[in-house]
């Protein structure tokens, strides 16, 4: 007898697929952008108020310094004159733009207010981008200026030490708003709405002098928008505020002496309130 057996048929198994297809990686790349378009707006806010906040850290030092020098000096507020070596930064030189005092760390050395912190880094916001200087592309080592009326000069300083006389810039009422000599002499606004250092724009920036017509619809020297739309300022009793701008046309303003915005500049009255006021 013939016994058959039974033939099996051996089971092909389909090939292992090693690659994704279009479609599957077109759908990859779509949740990719939809994450990315969440989180970069996250991460650029994050950075910008890392950068306020070590602007603000560089103001705080440098107004400590600021108090600790006239603690030093029987309540005498160290010296901005203009165009002077014997103020808080060498004046001599300027850091405007094109200036080869845009790099010269001397000016900061020379200053009456380096041996109270000897951190070059803390002149400048870690914010402002390099600018062109000749060939090259640098940083500018001083973006930080102080109010005029902190230690500003007056006709008397220009008569004894020869220097530029600036208290004409609270005219009409420079007599009435001097230039403050002494910490004491900070009464009008109060030392915790006292107006001390900025970080100015580099479009006005070149001497250590920030200059707030107090009386005046002018913008004499214009603050940095580094930060966005609004700048670092410190004040007399230590502290240091980012101030977000309230009016569209201060982070567009390009140069010295603009009119102010009509009828009323939110902006400049609040640094003409931190500068010189009549009433608290």
Sequence with gaps: MQTRFPIYSQAVRPARRTAFTLIELLVVIAIIAILASMLLPALAKAKAKAGITRCNNNLRQLTLAWYMYQGDHDD??????????????????SVGAGSTGMTNELLIKNGLLYPYNTSVAIYRCPNDPPEKLGTKMVNRVRTVTMNGMMGGADGLDASQFGVSDTSWVQDPRAREFPPRKKYSQIVSPSPSKANVFIHESRLTIEDGYFAVKGFQAIWQNLPASTHGNGDTVSFADGHVEYWRWLEGETAKRKAWDEPAKKPVDRDLVRFQQATATLSE
């Design 76 to 93: 005498t507020l160290v010296k901005n004159w203009i165009g002077d070596r014997r103020a808080w930064i060498d004046g001599t030189q």
